[in-house]
């Protein structure tokens, strides 16, 4: 058995039938002034229902998503996103509520917020929680202005550098240079951070020290403790990247490593969905240094009832239309209280087995760069490729024709030609065994066929800088190009 993959060259409904002017009842709405209407009449092509119902269905199954194959994007952490919170999220009074409604109309939706507050602030081991931030990096860049505002509040002035080390995650340093900080990156090694490293640029310039534990290479720094207990012998504010908490849920926690504050990627870790561009959702904990500094409406309890509080003086202020993405946050309640503490325990447990299972049988045929035993997720490198004139790029867009997602490629930058694979816990052994096949058989063919995919999909290799720098995203009346 393999994975499939539907395979349609769909045509846009202009290219099906020419469009005519529209007649009948979408020409004439009676009673619509005639301000309103188009100045030209509009040309819209006449096809049965049928028809229609085809093209759409047709279209929605050249999409790519969780559940239609595996997805092992690594730092992404795409698990099934369980129906069971789609449906308590949709109910009636969840769904048909307003942000604007009055306080007293929503006790149950605010009831529910402070409660998944208290389960994350349990979770990260720091109490205080916001759940205003609408994704990770968007946590990252309000955690660091409280940071700056905790250090304008102290008069350090002097404090404006962020260290990262070479791992991190692209966002790290591009929201550091978003809140004002200037960025340095330490050399990590064996894929950690070295305290002895780290010291040489700590100072009295350190602002924060922005760390992924697990890290992008799926280690756990083995240094964490030292690392924490430098960083505050400089004064700086130790943060937490915790997108993906996938590996030491249940386990261990950011509060229990040293850090001050950390952001949650609820759509990475809590099962709500993500891709293509959102929406996204996240949770930004803190200690009690931080605390003052997060984001308001903060939410507050008086004897039995809930209400927004924004009597906070020292925070960073607003930083959310409404009050987060609610429906999302719904999602992620629903994740936390479906599993309980065993289950998500053993969220941890099955994610890190299925990344060491996968690891195992994948690192026969390319090499580890880094130790072998992982947590969530695991890099290869495919400069092997390389003897065959081939790339790791190739390699990903080979594994395309097989029917799954290709890996996440090139990050990080410090293992040449990298591939990061994530298998999280919702996938079984049988999907990791057809990945292994297909991964396997991609390997084994020609460097001509490998060089030359996709030859399966609907569209074949495209100019990688043109996608990314030309973006046509509207179809003009006008015959479309032929695909690349
Ligand atoms: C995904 C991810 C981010 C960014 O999160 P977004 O929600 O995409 O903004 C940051 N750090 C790590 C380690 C990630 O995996």
Known sequence: MTFRQARYDEPLLWEVRPPREATGAAAALPGVPARLLRK??????????????????????????????????????????????????????????????????????????????????????????????????????????????????????????????????????????????TTREIATEGGCVRVRDLKKVLGPKTAAFMLTN????????????????????????????????????????????????????????????????????????????????LPVPRIRKDGERYCWDYEHPRSVGKVKSFFGNA???????????????????????????????LGQRLGQHL???????????????GAPLKEKGLRTLDLAKRLLDEGVHAPTVYFPAIVEESLMIEPPETESKRELDLFYEAFKRSLEDSPENVRSAPHNLSVSRVDEVRAAKELILSHKDQPAAPHA
């Not at 697990?214 to 937490?240: M, R």
Request: contains cysteine; charged residues 20%; glycine residues 12%.
């Open 327 to 357: 429906g999302l946050l719904v999602r992620a309640y629903a994740f936390i209280l479906a599993h309980g503490e065993e289950g998500l325990e053993a969220v941890s447990e099955r994610s890190v087995l299925n990344a060491n299972y």
């Open 40 to 181: 030209r009449p509009f040309q819209w092509p006449e096809l049965s229902e049928l028809e229609l119902a085809r093209h759409f269905t047709r279209l929605s199954q050249m999409n790519f998503g969780i559940e239609t194959a595996f997805y092992p994007l690594g730092s992404c952490t795409m698990k099934y996103n369980p129906r069971v919170a789609e449906v308590l999220a949709r109910r009636e009074g969840i769904a048909g509520l307003h942000p604007a409604q009055p306080e007293g109309t929503v006790q149950g939706i605010l009831e529910l917020l402070y409660d998944l507050e208290s389960a994350l602030g349990k979770i990260t081991g720091l109490p205080h929680v916001s759940l205003q931030i609408a994704a990770g990096a968007h946590g990252e860049y309000i955690a660091l202005l409280m940071t700056r505002a905790y250090f304008e509040e102290r008069q350090e002035h002097e404090r404006t550098e962020v260290l990262l080390p070479d791992t991190a995650h692209g966002t790290n340093p591009a929201s550091a240079a978003m809140a004002g900080f």
């Open 367 to 381: 090499p580890r760069p880094f130790k072998p035993l992982v947590k969530h997720e695991f890099l290869l490198s």
């Open 214 to 293: 697990p890290n992008t290479a799926g280690l756990f720094e083995e240094e964490i403790l030292e690392i924490a207990d430098s960083v505050h012998a400089a004064g700086g504010v130790l943060y937490y990247d915790g997108a993906n908490l996938n590996g030491i849920l249940g386990k261990t926690h950011p509060g229990k490593m040293g850090f001050d504050v950390a952001h949650l990627n609820l759509h990475k870790t809590f099962g709500t969905p993500h891709g293509g561009g959102g929406p996204g959702d996240g949770a930004l904990c803190a200690n009690d240094r931080l605390e003052p500094y």
